[in-house]
């Protein structure tokens, strides 16, 4: 009687040692585990080579688990089908016909219906077995004799890696290309001191059965030099007009499942821009094919396709094998140096098998020489023997013969007795004796095994090399940013009076008539929109608070909706303080040596260096010192001396020179820019003379002036009139610079949109009511515009 812990903690060690040598792990000789080895061993032994007819699966498995393997049948044929399949191994060890599963998942057919045979290249894994070369073992029951490895010719484990699951340990090793494989192992062969990288230069990479392409990264080296590490595999892909084909998937997906996912991506609006997905993959390969909406998106969904799909994968590599029954961790340089050390001593073995074989012909021919030399005497022992015992005994005393050169002297038919015969036995014993001195060099030299082995590398790379399938790119993989997974669409951003806001699509306001009621665009209750700005998603904004500080941030930051979706806190993506609101919005100046000309609402205007805020931190900084009932209404970019056109509430405009606003750092409140008499700034903004000036009032009516109908003065004048207030037009509340082809989106009180065309606004004097823009419903009002 044991402890119970005892007994568990035995049988369990005893299990794992079970499955870590006997089935998880593959040997580090012939690069199989025992499964697969024994399939290939029972296919062999049914005479399955690749020119003989094939024989149904059933068959084969049935002789496996009867004589080697007595384990499940569906595990046996399992891995028997994972042997035929191209999209699993780089070179396939089985020849299969009929159905041995697919790359969509689908599971091989029924063992009944489906047929094998070994594949030509796997019979190099067991050419030379029966010459003494490996060592056998008893099976399961002791009543047959089993490989414990094969004297495989083919460096197996390299050029078609392998993965499996043991107990508290696991490998997943890479397939190679066979001719790469070949020229690093001849390489090491003659360069026994030669380094990892040297090995490298012929070993660029995995290759796997589907293509693809992977990164020579630094983490790809380090599975190289310590037998740990992963590599990045992408599909290849190509661009045709508004299609991208997908032509290979990464090492191991399931293609159907990937097309399934995709599409649930699509239709879950992860991916944008996807109008649709088809499968027009063949007997040639594959071919997935994703329409896309526009030509100009194409680059933003491949990048989507990297980053939100398996189309690039992370794949991890331990090159776990067994040495002598122990687990190892090998590098490159150890595996190459242990299929070296292997091939040298199967051929070793194998020349000291055919060695002495043809020590024992010779040793007959060398007999039949005397024989025939003696032919007299040999014919009178013969007819005077009374038997043949006595006939054989006679003839190894009288010529010194052993007995199995007198056996076959008595075996030899008369025919050899001519003189035609004679001479062949000659020259065959010359050409043998040539053969035993070639062998027992090879036997006796290192040198000339290695030179055998050589020979045997090039033969197998003329057999069965072909070309790398998977692309290597030299170098890390280049990162995606954010921008690269969204689309550079024309936005328009929305702040409310509140400072909410929301990003909408631009083609969400198709263009109307001028006095259309346009379309809503919700806010809150107790809400309006306070300015509107349009921009690139990739643009950088800059956000002016009620406190006079500036923050920036990308413009898709701001949350895509649906122009009837309401606005987000700007506490959302920045760092505003408590009772900080967004009250302007700007986007990133073009120019860095430009100027910035800041306008408050109580009329102060500044001027300070682009500088200023363009290197600022994400969390912003003070750019213009404001009163408590203040706050900034426009931000505009100037290059060199511009006019300045500040519009007020009263209708009035006044245009001075930016010279005579004086420079000032971010800690100044700026200088007066024009009288207000009680009135506010509404816009501002340079101005040019071949611009005309769009005045909107409150109740929908709007002009163009020409810009050069407005007179300069000098900075805090009163100005001239805009637009002269009266109950039909209401007071001023926007104005802005378009030029002809300009599109300007207007925004109501009540959340009503409306984009309509520059050109279909009346250029109209300074004194001119102007005509109806926007069509309003009772008790609305117009809130803001911008040009798009």
Do not use: W
Not at 185 to 211: A, N, Q, T, V
Not at 496 to 518: A, F, I, N, P, T
Not at 701 to 729: C, D, I, Q, W
């Amino acid at each position: 009687m044991r402890p119970i812990e005892e007994e568990i903690k035995n049988s369990y060690l005893d299990y794992a040692m079970s499955v870590i040598v006997s089935r998880a792990i593959p040997d580090v000789r012939d690069g199989l585990k025992p499964v697969q080895r024994r399939i290939i061993y029972s296919m062999y032994e049914l005479n399955l080579n690749h020119d003989k007819p094939y024989k149904k699966s059933a068959r084969i498995v049935g002789e496996t688990m009867g004589k080697y393997h007595p384990h499940g049948d569906s595990a046996i044929y399992d891995a028997l089908a994972r042997m035929s399949q191209d999209f699993s191994l780089r070179y396939p060890l089985v020849d299969g016909q009929g159905n041995f599963g697919s790359i969509d998942g689908d599971a091989p057919a029924a063992m009944r219906y489906t047929e094998a045979r070994l594949a030509r290249i796997a019979e190099e894994m067991i050419r030379d077995i029966d010459k003494e070369t490996v060592p056998f073992m008893p099976n399961f029951d002791g009543s047959l004799n089993e490989p414990v490895y094969f004297p495989s010719k083919i460096p197996q484990l390299l050029i078609n890696g392998t993965s499996g699951i043991a107990v508290g340990m696991a490998t997943n090793m890479l397939p190679h290309n066979l001719n790469e494989v070949c020229d690093a192992i001849k390489y090491k062969i003659d360069h026994e001191d030669s380094s990892l990288y040297d090995l490298l230069k012929f070993i660029k990479g995995p290759d796997f059965p589907g293509g693809g392409i992977i990164y020579r990264t630094k983490d790809m080296i380090d599975i190289y030099k310590t037998g740990h590490g992963k590599v990045i595999c992408r599909g290849s892909i190509e661009a045709e007009d508004k299609r991208i084909i997908i032509k290979s998937l990464p090492y191991g997906l399931n293609k159907a499942q990937y097309i399934q996912d995709l599409a649930n991506l699509v239709n879950n609006d992860q991916i944008n821009n996807i109008s649709d997905i088809k499968d027009e993959s063949d007997r040639n390969g594959i071919r997935i094919v994703i329409k896309v909406k526009g030509h100009d998106r194409i680059d933003l969904v491949v990048n989507q396709l990297y980053e939100k799909t398996q189309l690039e994968t992370s794949i991890s590599v331990t090159n776990l094998v067994l040495l002598d029954n122990v687990p190892v961790v090998m590098n490159l340089e150890d595996l190459i140096k242990n299929f070296i050390g292997f091939r040298l001593d199967v051929i070793k073995k194998r020349s000291e098998y055919d060695l002495k074989k043809l020590n024992e012909r010779m040793h007959i021919l060398n007999g039949l020489l005397i024989a025939l030399n003696n032919i007299d005497l040999v014919i009178k022992i013969i007819r005077s023997s009374s038997d043949v015992n006595s006939a054989r005994s006679s003839l190894m005393k009288e010529l010194s013969l052993t007995e199995v050169q007198a056996n076959a002297i008595l075996d030899m038919r008369l025919q050899r007795l001519t003189a035609l015969e004679i001479s062949k036995l000659k020259e065959e014993i010359d050409e043998i004796n040539k053969k035993i001195e070639y062998l027992s060099d090879v036997v006796n030299n290192e040198n000339t095994r290695k030179n055998v082995l050589k020979a045997e590398l090039d033969e197998i790379k003329k057999q069965y090399g072909d070309r790398r399938r998977t692309e290597v790119i030299e170098g890390e993989i280049s990162r995606r940013d954010e921008e690269d997974l969204i689309p550079n669409e024309e936005s328009v951003i929305i702040l409310s009076e509140k400072g909410l806001l929301k990003r909408v699509s631009l083609d969400e306001y198709k263009s109307q008539r001028r006095g259309g009621r346009g379309i809503i665009t919700n806010t809150r209750d107790n809400d309006s929109v306070k300015s509107v700005v349009s921009c690139m998603a990739h643009d950088t904004l800059y956000f002016f608070t009620n406190t006079g500080r500036v923050l920036k941030e990308k413009a898709y930051r701001i949350e895509k909706r649906d122009r009837k979706a309401l606005g987000v806190s700007g506490n959302k993506f920045l760092k505003l303080n408590d009772n900080e609101i967004i009250r302007q919005i700007i986007k990133s100046p073009e120019n860095l040596e430009d100027l910035l000309i800041i306008v408050t609402k109580n009329g102060f205007i500044k001027k300070t260096n682009i500088s200023e805020i363009l290197d600022m931190r994400k969390s912003g900084i003070k750019i213009i010192n404001l009163a408590n009932n203040d706050e900034v209404v426009s931000v505009s970019e100037i290059s060199g001396s511009s006019k300045i056109f500040v519009a007020a509430s009263n209708g009035k405009a006044a245009v001075f020179l930016s010279d005579e606003v004086p420079l000032t750092s971010r800690s100044s409140r700026g200088v007066k820019s024009m009288k207000l008499n009680g009135s506010y700034v509404i816009s501002a903004f340079p101005v040019k003379d071949d611009d005309t000036i769009l005045s909107i009032t409150e109740n929908g009516l709007g002009k163009r002036t020409r810009a050069t109908e407005f007179p300069e003065h000098h900075r805090g004048s009163s100005g001239v009139y805009l637009f002269k207030e009266n109950e039909k037009t209401g007071k001023l509340v926007m104005a802005l610079p378009v030029k002809d082809d300009d599109e300007i989106i207007i925004v109501t009180k009540n959340d009503q949109t409306i984009r309509i065309k520059s050109s279909d606004i009346s250029i109209l004097s300074r004194f001119a009511s102007g005509v109806r823009l926007v069509g309003l419903t009772e008790n609305d009002s117009i809130s803001t515009a911008c040009v798009v």
